[in-house]
């Protein structure tokens, strides 16, 4: 059963569009990454499950209960990491999330938060103010994580943090889902999102415009081959017959091409020259989500709208 559940979501700022008509679904132990570009309304969302929007209409329910804007709904069972996290500057971190969690409601979570605290190499003693802008986001994190929440629900959770500070979040991340968490993860990252999320979300001027498998996003993406040839002169034009693909760049001797569907054809035709070598750069999320907003209606019209 669902845990985390938006169904219908529109909220408008006045005449300004924030989501149009949002449905989707996660389960426990599920981490559902939740992409698009700057404005798209992740933020908007992510305030109507917390409880902080109200929506325009459409609901949220968290835990089998409606949430309700203004009103504190399973808090102590949800973690929530803001996009942009602030708290008290001038109070020590430890201190700040002492009170943040018991706010919550949650036991236990001194020794969690120490263990946290620990893995992300941050100094509880300082002063929030005093932190740079990585070290805060630590804070925000351990605030999210601390008392092991069964949903988390995560704004750009790794933003301003180094590579290695990254890979810590998203162990995190995966350790809360295998313990069974419902995980919303929020993004620009589309690395880090098909390195931990099983589905995904691609949101575009408000509306959800996929909801699928990220193999099937990457799937139906366009593949890249580069191809240098044995004759450093050659410069083979593509034949009418090969649909679906098209040349990214070409110079004498090397070829590089973009195509969509099995390979065997571009193989089949590369056959009749004397090729020393091929590369495929690994399919990028990044790229199939670029194909999504080169053709935004093409993906979500074959299968069947909107999602
Ligand atoms: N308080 C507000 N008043 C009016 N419009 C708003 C308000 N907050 C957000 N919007 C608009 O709603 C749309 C969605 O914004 P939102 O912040 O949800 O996007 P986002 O996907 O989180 O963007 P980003 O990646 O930049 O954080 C944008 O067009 C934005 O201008």
């Excluded at 890249?224 to 044995?230: H, M």
């Excluded at 090729?275 to 053709?295: K, W």
């Amino acid at each position: 059963m669902a845990t985390l559940e938006v169904e219908s979501l529109t909220k408008r700022y006045g005449s300004a569009r924030g989501v149009e008509l949002v449905t989707f679904a996660i389960e426990p132990g599920e981490i559902f990454g939740y992409l698009g570009p700057n404005g798209s309304g992740k933020t908007t969302t992510i305030r109507c499950i917390m409880g902080l929007l109200r929506p325009t209409s459409g609901q949220v329910r968290v835990l089998g209960r409606r949430v309700v804007a203004g009103r504190a709904t399973e808090h102590t069972r949800l973690g929530y990491l803001p996009g942009e996290f602030h708290i008290w500057p001038g109070i020590r971190a430890a201190r700040s999330l002492n009170v943040l969690g018991r706010l919550g409601g949650g036991r236990r979570i001194a020794e969690r938060r120490r263990q946290l605290a620990e893995r992300f190499d941050l100094d509880l003693r300082r002063r929030v103010g005093d932190l740079s802008k990585g070290n805060r986001q630590k804070v925000a994190l351990i605030y999210a994580f601390q008392h092991e929440p069964d949903v988390l629900v995560l704004d750009e959770p790794t933003a301003g943090l180094d590579p290695l500070m990254r890979q810590t979040a998203l162990e995190l991340i995966r350790e809360s889902a295998e313990r069974g968490a419902t995980v919303l993860l929020s993004s620009h990252d589309l690395g880090e999102v098909s390195a931990v999320c099983g589905r995904a979300g691609i949101l575009r001027e408000g509306r959800l415009i996929e909801v699928a498998p990220i193999s099937q996003i990457v799937q139906s993406s366009e593949h890249r081959l580069t191809v240098w040839f044995a004759d450093g002169h050659l410069a083979p034009r593509l034949p009418g017959e090969l649909a679906g693909v098209r040349v990214v760049r070409q110079k004498p001797g090397v070829l590089e091409i973009a195509y969509q569907g099995p390979a065997n054809p571009v193989l089949k035709w590369l056959g009749r020259f004397a090729v020393e070598r091929i590369a495929t750069p690994q399919i990028s999320l990044e790229d199939a989500f670029i194909q999504y907003y080169r053709q935004p209606s093409s993906a979500s019209a074959a299968r069947g709208g909107d999602a």
